[in-house]
C-alpha cells in the first residue's frame, strides 16, 4: 500500500487526537447493486447474523453489504460486498462522517471477513481484490461466482497465511470466527436459487428471521397452539 496508508496498531483504533480528518472522503455515491441476486445475497449474509448468530463468549460483531472499507485517507475505498468484523461495535451516531463507513483506523482492525459475489468478468474478485485484501490482512477472503463466470468453481474460500492467501478445503470453516460458509439450494424472499450462508459447526444454517418465527410457529403447533396471523 502506498504511504499514505494508515495502520491501526495491535488492533487498536488511532487515538482521537491522531485520527485524521475525513471531510473530503466520498463515503458514499449512490451507485447501486447491479442485480437483484446479488442484493439478496448480501442480505442473506448481514440479516441472518443479527437475527440469529450467538458467537462464541458474546463476541460482538458488525456485519455489512457494500459500504467502503477505507484504509488510507488519500486512497480510494474498496467496496466488499460483504464483510464481517468481529470483537468490534457500530459507532454510536452512524450519520456523523467518521461512521458511515468502514475507516480502519476507526475500528482498529481489517475485517475478519470479505466476501464478493460475482456478476462479470470485470470485477477483479480473484486478482485485484483478492491481493488488495491480502495487503490488508484480511485474515479471510471468499468469492461466491454463481454463474460461473470465473471458473468451475462456485464458491472458493481462502485463508491469509502470511501475505498470502491459501485455498480452505471443503467443509469451509473459519475458525477464528466461528462461522462456516457452504451453498445452500432453496427458497429466499421468494427467489428459489442456490445462496451462499453462513452455517453453525454442524453445517446448519444460521437462520434467518423470518426461518425463525416459522420454527416457532411449528414448536406452537405441536403444543396445540394456533400461532396468530
Do not use: C
Request: net charge negative; charged share 30%.
Amino acid at each position: 500500500m502506498a504511504s499514505d496508508t494508515i495502520v491501526a496498531v495491535e488492533h487498536q483504533p488511532l487515538p482521537l487526537d491522531e485520527r485524521p480528518s475525513v471531510d473530503h472522503l466520498i463515503t458514499e455515491n449512490d451507485t447501486p447493486v447491479d442485480n437483484i441476486y446479488s442484493e439478496k445475497q448480501q442480505r442473506l449474509l448481514t440479516e441472518p447474523l443479527y437475527t440469529s448468530w450467538r458467537p462464541a463468549e458474546s463476541r460482538s460483531f458488525v456485519a455489512l453489504a457494500n459500504v467502503g472499507l477505507f484504509y488510507g485517507i488519500a486512497q480510494p475505498p474498496l467496496v466488499p460486498d460483504v464483510l464481517l468484523a468481529v470483537d468490534v461495535e457500530l459507532p454510536g451516531d452512524v450519520h456523523d462522517k467518521p461512521n458511515r463507513s468502514y475507516l480502519m483506523w476507526e475500528y482498529g482492525k481489517s475485517p475478519d471477513v470479505v466476501i464478493e459475489i460475482v456478476s462479470n468478468r470485470e470485477g477483479g474478485e480473484a486478482t485485484q481484490k483478492l491481493a488488495s485484501d491480502a495487503k490488508l490482512r484480511v485474515p479471510y477472503y471468499a468469492i461466491h461466482d454463481p454463474r460461473r463466470l470465473l471458473g468451475d468453481q462456485p464458491l472458493r474460500v481462502f485463508r491469509l497465511i502470511g501475505m498470502k492467501y491459501e485455498p480452505l478445503d471443503e467443509p469451509y470453516w473459519l475458525a477464528d470466527v466461528g462461522l462456516g460458509l457452504q451453498l445452500w439450494a432453496g427458497r429466499y424472499e421468494n427467489l428459489e436459487d442456490t445462496w451462499l450462508r453462513w452455517v453453525d459447526r454442524d453445517r446448519q444454517p444460521i437462520p434467518t428471521g423470518a426461518e425463525r418465527a416459522e420454527r416457532l410457529a411449528e414448536q406452537l403447533r405441536r403444543l396445540g397452539v394456533e400461532p396468530e396471523a
